[in-house]
């Protein structure tokens, strides 16, 4: 099932695309949870994690690649900075086409909260 994220990819509806390639798009989050938040998305649809097929390991690997692009462009590189992927309902995962987050720019806390 197509997402918003393929017309984001297709720039059928507006976002600020801040990288593409013929395998990847990257574009500002539009609810930023930080100064710098940036989703890295694979241009074919992926739904999920659980989704991923060995032919994809390149693509998946490229992904790390942007993401490092986009940290030293957008000036996190040194500071630091957080890749996630949500994966299914527990995680929140809201997005059914694979994306992995680019969140920095100030001190991002604990990854987690206790559980309890
Ligand atoms: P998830 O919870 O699936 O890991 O993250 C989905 C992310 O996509 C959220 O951070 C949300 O703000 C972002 N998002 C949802 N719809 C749009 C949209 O139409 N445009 C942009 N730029 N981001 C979106």
Do not use: W
Request: net charge negative; glycine share 6%; hydrophobic share 40%.
């Amino acid at each position: 099932m197509p997402t918003i994220f393929s017309k984001i990819i297709a720039r059928e509806i507006p976002s600020e695309i801040v990288y593409q390639d013929d395998q990847v798009t990257a574009f500002k989050d539009i609810h930023p949870l930080a100064p710098v938040h940036i989703l890295i998305v694979p241009n074919i649809e992926i739904p999920s994690v659980n989704d991923v097929k060995p032919e994809q390991e390149s693509m998946l690997g490229h992904m790390f690649i942007v993401a490092k692009q986009i940290a030293a462009e957008q000036g996190i590189a040194q500071s630091g900075y957080r890749l996630l992927i949500n994966s299914g309902d527990d995680a929140g995962q809201e997005v059914y086409h694979l994306h992995m987050h680019l969140v920095g720019g100030h001190n991002l806390g604990p990854l987690l909260t206790k559980h309890h």
